[in-house]
């Protein structure tokens, strides 16, 4: 049996008779690299000041929670939580936003969020 470690205990992880395999193993190896690139970002060297690491170790930990809802809204089924997943992203995009102000990194020019057609066709390679 495998365990999942959450918050330092383990629990067993049961398995589920999944109706589309191809789907849960694209859920699951996207959860995997989001949390993987999650957990490498926010490996970042102490400076001393407080706030500086909290936001440079926070900023990924938020980008991390994007991904994650991102592949929320790709595989999910429940409506609540597709929903819950959109509000997770523009939530973890203006934080991320307010960190790097208190940073003094310069904000990238405004993009649409993952979950938005921009109306500039050429930026989704429409025509």
Do not use: C, W
Request: negative net charge.
């Amino acid at each position: 049996m495998v365990a999942l470690v959450v918050g330092g205990a383990a629990a067993p992880v049961v398995p589920t008779a999944d109706p589309n395999p191809d789907a849960a193993d694209g859920f699951r190896a996207m959860m995997n690299d989001a949390v993987a690139r999650m957990h490498t970002g926010m490996q970042v060297p102490f400076t001393g000041d407080v706030d500086r690491d909290f936001a440079r170790m926070m900023i990924p930990h938020h980008q991390g929670a994007i991904d994650m809802a991102l592949v929320e809204l790709r595989y999910g089924k429940d409506q609540r939580l597709k929903r819950l997943a959109q509000e997770i992203i523009v939530a973890q995009q203006q934080e991320i936003a307010v960190m790097h102000l208190a940073l003094g990194d310069a904000l990238p020019p405004r993009t649409p969020a993952p979950t938005q057609v921009s109306p500039d066709p050429k930026v989704h390679h429409e025509r």
